[in-house]
């Protein structure tokens, strides 16, 4: 018998492979499909690239890649016998099938029957294991190292821990400048560019600068990087991450992310008091809690008698450690049929032409995901005998580990977060932004094929105007979701609030239990209205006057797309530093019309502001240096003047926030005062360049640079599909920021023809050459370029209706829990991780993502 299977496996040796240290085993999930050892016909291994197929999926990789040897894994679970049975431990057949599965089941309650063998395809020819008195050495090292194999996935797991726990060397000896410098707890901008998101807050000297720039869209400049090389000063915290319990840190000079154990002192030093954060937040710690149960029950429905649903549309996506924000974004896609025809209805050739690694491909997983949800393969509803059984059970309290288990997409999961420096982690992530994540990943994966994000996508327009020269500039910029504020002070039940804080206030004085929290009550209408009111512009720069002055801002929409996101911005940041989440219930509609939003454009009797870029400041510039016209008296409003003086403020620094907030009262001009009160020249006599000597020959941005842009991104807006030539113009004319470029190419789509003009001399000192195999517009006419400079938005009416949302549970967006709430078929469905069941009172007025389609006929 020993020679036989010896002289079976000859043929097939040399694709047998003994994993390495590098090498991936997937032993617990099917590459194609959420087939594993406990499903019917278990898991196939290959022997040679260590993935795992199904029974129905092994014969394609058969024939794609010709392997032929693969190790077959089969888990059997049975629930244990009552009686003197129970107390028996859990027998395996084979004691060396080590199998890393998900358990899904009580192991005091079942026990499980493991066994592996090898099939040898196309014969089928099966070789028990372990067999080595029969096997070649190689073929039994290679079994044993496969079955001893760690998942990728517990790998991955185990390196996100201990990323986190690596403390830097420069903390004990971090020396920090006594330079003044406070940090607010909100308010932060670049110090070098206009970024006000993702910024880091150098604990040297106190800097804030912006991140780097990632693939998604998201990031910055790449200018607390560029601090760190001029300065050498090495740590630095990410701001919206601060919290009682700390702050995400990096090590510019490690490379990598870093602990801290000093970091409530380091923050200290520029007036963040963590500590005083963590005994305000240990004190209000009761009145949290009872509020956030609250929240839990009403939002999971706990406490109705839910029904189960089983069958296509209806499968459950299990948690797989505060994964529950891609869950919930992923069933709601999911309901989509855009994104269900492009990779369900395409699955058969997404599968056949799948790279020889599909683990790896976005497109595959995709197409995994989707037909798990909606094939009902994995949602089956149980037969009589089993349900007798399950209720027998729930008099044991005892989990029936075979019904709604879910699917688990690790291998999506591991593709969408990879080099992400939050997704890759294991912390609960902001499901918004994970959303908009998402969507760049699937328009970078549907390069000239169909695009289903294509039905979230809509053109914002951005109306700014000066307050001092009255002129205005109107811009366009693509989003995919729109926010809305939500205004406290809009509450319907502002009686009711205000009693319960008068409550609340004396309980703690008196240490008595907290009453009954109430929770903001605030009509839709009002989260509009404060959405079109004209909000501030700090730091605005006027190009009519070649300074800086008052500026407002409003939003409108240039194009409705398919499908409209909103989300309610519930979270933000209290003065003591402490991140909050606003206790608001919103009546969010039914039926939606936003058609009176829609933008208009430039007006009739409207001036544009010229189209200038602010100059460059150049380190050591004397304000001194240029020509000043000191502005009379009887330019500015000198009792709103005197009002603010009143308050305190200087008299200088008053005049000017009169002047450039043009003469438009008080409290505009005290807007502007805190704005820019920390400016070292705050209270110096206000003073503009002349126009005379500036004359209509003011530079542009532009003319202060005689380098090309940085190449990298030049790279990232060519492969948007924008024409080489109109990338470098862009840059150019935004100082190299990525998102100013993408809006500008957006609102001057006139300048193409000037701009290749324009760019041609500059571009024949760089080799085109290297360019023209991969962005593939060296032959592109001019209608085709004209097309790709204009967003693809499929614009409509602006009447919708509510289909989706996702609700979050917890105080904060780094944690708690979200669950999402589907209409289907007339019903609203609630979609908890794994469990699916249908909706008794949906909690639409507590959510978080509203998703809605735009009405049929409309």
């Given at each position: ?302 406490g109705q008698k839910l029904k189960p649903v089983y069958g296509s ?174 205004p406290i002070e809009a509450a319907t039940n502002r009686e009711e ?362």
């Open positions: 018998m020993a020679a036989d299977l010896g002289e079976l496996l000859v043929p097939y040796m040399p694709t047998i492979r003994v994993p390495r240290s590098g090498d991936r085993v997937f032993k617990s999930e099917c590459a194609f499909s959420y087939d594993c050892p406990e499903s019917e016909g278990g898991l196939y291994v290959c022997m040679s690239t260590f993935l795992g197929f199904g029974r129905e999926h092994v014969e394609r990789h058969y024939r794609k890649t010709g392997q032929s040897v693969y190790m077959h894994l089969k888990r059997t679970v049975k629930e244990k016998a009552t009686g003197a049975a129970a107390g028996a431990v859990s027998r395996r057949r084979n004691g060396k099938v080590l199998l890393e599965l998900n358990r899904d089941f009580n192991g005091d309650d079942y026990e499980c029957e493991d066994e592996a063998k090898l099939v040898i395809f196309p014969e089928h020819h099966e070789i028990p294991l372990p067999n080595i008195e029969e096997l070649p050495a190689l073929v039994t090292i290679a079994c044993d190292a496969v079955l001893n194999a760690t998942s990728p996935y517990k790998k991955q797991e185990t390196l996100s821990w201990e990323d986190e726990i690596q403390v830097s060397r420069h903390a004990k000896s971090l020396r920090q400048q006594d330079n003044g410098v406070q940090i607010p707890p909100s308010g932060w901008k670049c110090s070098k560019c206009e970024m006000r998101e993702n910024l880091w807050l150098n604990l040297t000297d106190g800097e804030v600068h912006c991140g780097k720039w990632f693939c998604d869209g998201t990031g910055g400049n790449g200018h607390a990087l560029e601090h760190y090389r001029e300065t050498n000063f090495p740590l630095a915290i990410r701001l919206d991450t601060i919290t009682a319990d700390g702050a995400d840190v990096y090590s510019f000079d490690e490379e990598e992310a870093v602990l801290d154990p000093h970091l409530a002192n380091h923050l200290a030093q520029f007036g963040i008091d963590i500590l005083q954060a963590q005994k305000t937040q240990t004190g209000h710690m009761d009145k949290e809690m009872r509020l956030r149960a609250r929240e839990w029950e009403v939002i999971q429905e706990s549309g209806y499968t459950g996506i299990k948690n797989l450690g505060n994964s529950c924000y891609l869950g919930t974004t992923m069933q709601v896609l999911f309901n989509i049929p855009e994104f269900q025809r492009t990779y369900v209805g395409n699955l058969q050739r997404i599968f056949d032409y799948s790279p020889l690694d599909p683990s790896r491909d976005f497109g595959t997983q995709m197409a995994k995901l989707g037909h798990a949800l909606l094939s009902g393969q994995y949602s089956k509803p149980p037969v009589k005998s089993e349900l007798i059984e399950q209720v027998m059970r729930e008099e044991r309290k005892v989990l029936d580990w075979q019904q709604q288990r879910g699917v688990s997409p690790r291998m999506l999961k591991a593709l969408i977060s990879k080099d992400h420096p939050e997704f890759s982690s294991i912390r609960q992530q902001d499901a918004h932004e994970f959303f908009l994540h998402l969507m760049n990943i699937v328009e970078r994966n549907s390069p000239g094929s169909e695009n289903p994000s294509d039905v979230f996508r809509f053109l914002v327009e951005e109306r700014v105007q000066c307050c001092q020269s009255r002129k205005v500039r109107y811009s366009q910029r693509v989003d995919y979701c729109m926010r809305f504020p939500a609030l205000i009693a319960y804080e008068a409550q609340r206030r004396e309980a703690e004085e008196n240490m008595t239990p907290l009453p009954v929290p109430v929770r903001a009550r605030i009509p839709f209408t009002a989260c509009l209205q404060a959405f079109t009111e004209p909000e501030n512009v700090p730091d605005f720069w006027s190009s009519a006057l070649q300074a800086k002055s008052a500026g407002v801002k409003t939003c409108r929409f240039a194009s409705f797309p398919e499908y409209m996101v909103i989300q309610i911005k519930k979270f933000t940041f209290g003065m003591d530093w402490i991140p909050k989440k606003l206790d608001v219930s919103i009546d969010m509609p039914d039926f939606l019309d936003l058609s009176r939003l829609r933008a208009i454009g430039l007006q009739a009797g409207e001036m544009e502001l010229p189209d200038l870029t602010p100059p460059i400041v150049l380190p050591g510039n004397s304000r001194g240096s240029s020509l000043n016209n000191f502005l009379d008296s009887s330019d500015i409003d000198e009792s709103s003047v005197l009002q603010l003086a009143d308050m305190g403020f200087p008299l200088e620094a008053c005049r000017k926030a009169v002047y450039y907030t043009g003469n438009m009262g008080p409290e505009m001009a005290f807007s502007w005062i805190i704005a820019h009160m920390e400016e070292p020249d705050f209270a110096e006599p206000l003073a503009l360049h002349s126009f005379a000597e500036a004359g209509p020959s003011f530079p542009t941005l532009s003319s202060f640079m005689g380098s090309q842009p940085p190449e990298e991104s030049v790279a990232i807006l060519t492969s948007m599909g924008f024409p080489r030539h109109q990338t470098i113009q862009a840059l150019k004319a935004t100082n190299n920021n990525l998102e100013h470029a993408l809006d500008w190419i957006f609102s001057h789509p006139d300048h193409e023809e000037e701009s290749e003009a324009a760019s041609d001399t500059a571009d024949e000192e760089l080799d085109d050459s290297a360019y023209s195999s991969t962005n593939g517009h060296s032959d592109t006419s001019p209608s085709q370029n004209q097309e790709r400079l204009s967003p693809r938005v499929k614009d409509g009416p602006g009447r919708y209706e509510l289909f989706a949302f996702i609700s979050h549970m917890g105080s904060s967006v780094k944690s708690g829990h979200y669950v999402c709430h589907i209409k289907k078929e007339g019903r609203w469905i609630i979609y908890n991780d794994h469990k699916v069941c249908l909706s008794e009172k949906p909690p639409k007025d507590w959510g978080y993502l509203y998703f809605y389609h735009r009405l049929s006929g409309s």
